[in-house]
């Protein structure tokens, strides 16, 4: 009952057909890739490409979407999703070359811990810092870059009809959401840990 009413959206926007089209491109991928993952795991981690790469290819695509006839939230959606992605992939990387290098096995504890007091805090703490921090940079980044393009292209914020042009939506969206990736994966690690949360 929960999914009906997403589900509802989904399909009010995609055909079922495209749902299960991209379940099973995904599949075969999955299967396909595989043998790799190891690979591009550690090319993405160790590459001093990867942070060009991982900004350049996403928003190539963004502004390469497919144009339809009428406005749809989609193009958006796929930003939002890339954005996030590339802010997260060069985040996971600057943590690999500079903080917590992935591949060392220092500090490495299998297992799980049992549920104490003090460990439901530490974890609320953490889950309200990191959704602070999160919430206020994606607030912040939304205004700055909705600024900064309403004044180049000589629109007021609150017109969404200039917000849903392409010049205007895919920088919009792509770098509030890419900030919103690396705040998630460099900047609230950082806090956890100078706040003794870890």
């Known amino acids: 009952l929960f999914c009906l009413p997403g589900l509802t959206k989904l399909l009010n926007t995609i055909s079922l057909q495209d749902v299960i089209g991209g379940v099973l491109i995904s599949a075969v991928l999955l299967v396909l890739l595989y043998p790799a993952w190891d690979m591009i795991d550690h090319l993405l981690l160790t590459s001093p490409f990867c ?25 958006g959606d796929t930003t939002i999703i890339l954005g996030a992605g590339a802010g997260a ?11 917590m290098p992935a591949y060392s096995s220092e500090n490495f504890q299998l297992g799980f811990p049992l549920i104490t007091g003090k460990i439901v805090v530490v974890a609320l703490a953490r889950f309200f810092v990191g959704i602070f921090v999160v ?11 909705l600024g900064v393009l309403g004044y180049w292209y ?5 017109d969404l009809e200039a917000r849903r042009r392409l010049e ?24 956890h840990e100078l706040l003794g949360l870890m």
């Open 51 to 75: 942070p060009l790469l991982s900004i350049v290819v996403p928003l190539v695509l963004c502004y390469n979407y497919p144009k339809l006839d009428y406005y749809s939230p989609t193009r």
């Open 89 to 99: 992939t060069v985040g996971f990387w600057l943590n690999n070359q500079y903080a």
């Open 135 to 145: 919430l206020l940079t994606r607030k912040l980044m939304k205004n700055v870059v």
């Open 154 to 158: 000589k629109f007021p914020i609150g």
């Open 168 to 191: 205007v939506e895919v920088p919009y969206k792509f770098i509030t959401y890419s900030s919103v990736g690396f705040s998630a994966t460099v900047i609230v690690p950082l806090l």
